[in-house]
């Protein structure tokens, strides 16, 4: 779910937010800062660090937020808060999982799950110039938003359907150019793979379940790249790196630098080239978020974003 905590008076927070330092910058921010911001002192609000446990009661009419004279975003245009909502987390996510992947115009892209990332990655895909973009997922509502962005659909769940064969038919047995894991460490797989990676994890023997970094490395060209916005979060089992090796693929990862792309994607925005919004389903106040989250995980009422307005009145 996402915090819709914005009024045009008041800043946007990035998932990342980061200290400055006095006197001479630290060398290993100053060398990648283009890629990602990697500091001692970094502090995370948002999805991730809920994930590990780092900030909690986000979601919330006010959330204290550290080092707020650098980290948040100030939005003083009339857009409406839910354009300039998701600049704070899953747009830039999925346009620099695009970046990884080093898209070149013409290029075919395939993206591993269409939930809100993965949706973004689509869009941005076909804004950096992509050809086409195949979808990949087993949820209806995903795959027809997917579609409406004018990528190709492949609905994994189907029985007489194999994702490797989809996508070498699609590519004239050559593969994609790039491809895309915007799944991650829960992966699903209707193959023996998935039951596989259940039960090791079950039984503590594995931590997470790659079957799309499997199947992402075995479908991508050779020379191709391979982007990986999905979070890993440990142990992977059975991942083909000869492969990876043998095809000579370029692999890029890691967690989104908010800051090298909230202002460049906000003038996309303004410009027109993208309404962020159309992935939100589902608009609801904090008292309905318990229930929301219960269809969420059960995937009900083709849920596919849900923003919270904390100062709604229920209905």
């Not at 948002?46 to 979601?59: C, E, K």
Request: proline share 5%; charged share 20%.
């Amino acid at each position: 779910m996402s915090w819709l905590a914005l009024r045009l008076d008041l800043d946007l927070p990035s998932t990342f937010t980061e200290c400055t330092l006095e006197g001479a910058a630290c060398l290993r921010v100053s060398k990648i800062y283009h890629q990602m911001l990697i500091c001692d002192q970094l502090l995370w609000i948002g999805s991730v660090a809920v994930l590990l446990q780092v900030a909690r009661r986000g979601q919330a009419q006010f959330a204290r937020v550290p080092f707020a004279n650098v980290g948040p975003l100030k939005i003083e245009s009339d857009l409406p808060d839910e354009k300039v909502l998701f600049l704070s987390d899953i747009f830039p996510t999925g346009y620099m999982a695009d970046e990884n992947a080093q898209i070149q115009p013409g290029d075919t892209v395939a993206v591993w799950g269409c939930g809100p990332v993965g949706q973004f990655a689509i869009a941005s895909a076909f804004m950096l110039g992509a050809a086409r973009v195949i979808a990949i997922d087993r949820l209806p509502e995903r795959l027809e938003m997917a579609r409406s962005l004018g990528a190709i659909a492949v609905d994994y769940s189907e029985e007489d359907v194999s994702v490797l064969t989809a996508l070498k038919d699609l590519t004239g047995g050559i593969g994609p150019d790039a491809c895309i894991d915007a799944v991650g460490l829960e992966a699903h797989s209707a193959q023996l793979q998935g039951t596989y990676d259940k039960i090791k994890v079950a039984l503590l023997m594995e931590t997470d379940r790659p079957s799309v970094l499997r199947q992402a490395i075995q479908a991508v060209r050779k020379g191709g790249t391979l982007s990986i916005p999905g979070v890993y979060g440990g142990l992977l089992d059975k991942v083909p790196f000869g492969a990876a090796f043998g095809k000579g693929i370029t692999m890029k990862m890691g967690q989104t630098n908010m800051h090298t792309y909230m202002k460049p994607l906000l003038k996309r925005i303004e410009k027109g080239q993208i309404d962020p919004s159309y992935i939100i389903s589902h608009r609801i106040t904090l008292e309905q978020a318990p229930e929301m989250y219960k269809v969420w995980r059960d995937k009900k009422e083709n849920v596919t974003k849900i923003v919270i307005d904390p100062w709604a009145d229920a209905a």
